[in-house]
T-cell receptor, first 113, second 116 residues
Framework: AQSVSQHNHHVILSEAASLELGCNYSYGGTVNLFWYVQYPGQHLQLLLKYFSGDPLVKGIKGFEAEFIKSKFSFNLRKPSVQWSDTAEYFCAVASGGYNKLIFGAGTRLAVHP | DTEVTQTPKHLVMGMTNKKSLKCEQHMGHRAMYWYKQKAKKPPELMFVYSYEKLSINESVPSRFSPECPNSSLLNLHLHALQPEDSALYLC???????????????FGPGTRLTVL
């Protein structure tokens, strides 16, 4: 069965620090990969996605992620975080014809001014 | 416009009540989804509708009954719920059809349900 692992459950950073959140998945076939963000009190929003092509994908708000097939990883990065990036970040994997999304446990990011 | 709307925002119900959650999208999407999200947990898929037909039921108890009256609307009928069913219920939609696994799901704000 598919699974998604996010190793960092809580991350605390100061503003301007660099961010990298890990995501690993277990599935041998073709996958589509997503990062969603849930700001406090708000709904899940798509940050970025990877379907095919360039393994380095850029999303909204300066986020990017790199798909490394050999490592089954899709880590999220941002060079300089802001207080407004405080949120919960979910990695998700979809495969198969029914677009069934499997979410990781989430990483709660707190950015201090 | 990537908006999915859900009503109500909050719902409190007793274990003997019958209530419904509503979800609407006007993006022309043909796939719609219900997820359940407990506090500090990721969303978990409950149901998938594709072209108004139920295509996935993730072994959800029968006290949850989904309905898709048309391509823009998705309902979740609730009856005889338990306190452990208290959660945030999220609706999502995606283009569906032959796009299959390359679809992107767009989420609504959710209905926060409390069962007393």
């Amino acid at each position: 069965a598919q699974s998604v692992s996010q190793h960092n459950h809580h991350v605390i950073l100061s503003e301007a620090a660099s961010l990298e959140l890990g995501c690993n998945y277990s599935y041998g076939g073709t996958v589509n990969l997503f990062w969603y963000v849930q700001y406090p009190g708000q709904h899940l929003q798509l940050l970025l996605k990877y379907f095919s092509g360039d393994p380095l994908v850029k999303g909204i708000k300066g986020f990017e992620a790199e798909f490394i097939k050999s490592k089954f990883s899709f880590n999220l990065r941002k060079p300089s975080v802001q207080w407004s990036d405080t949120a919960e970040y979910f990695c998700a994997v979809a495969s198969g014809g029914y677009n069934k999304l499997i979410f990781g446990a989430g990483t709660r990011l707190a950015v201090h001014p | 416009d990537t908006e999915v709307t859900q009503t109500p925002k909050h719902l409190v119900m007793g274990m003997t009540n019958k209530k419904s959650l509503k979800c609407e999208q006007h993006m022309g999407h043909r796939a719609m989804y219900w997820y359940k999200q407990k506090a500090k947990k990721p969303p978990e898929l409950m149901f998938v509708y594709s072209y108004e037909k139920l295509s996935i039921n993730e072994s959800v108890p029968s006290r949850f009954s989904p309905e898709c009256p048309n391509s823009s609307l998705l309902n979740l009928h609730l009856h005889a719920l338990q306190p452990e069913d208290s959660a945030l219920y999220l609706c999502a939609s995606s283009q569906g059809g032959t796009s299959g696994a390359t679809d992107t799901q767009y989420f609504g704000p959710g209905t926060r349900l409390t069962v007393l």
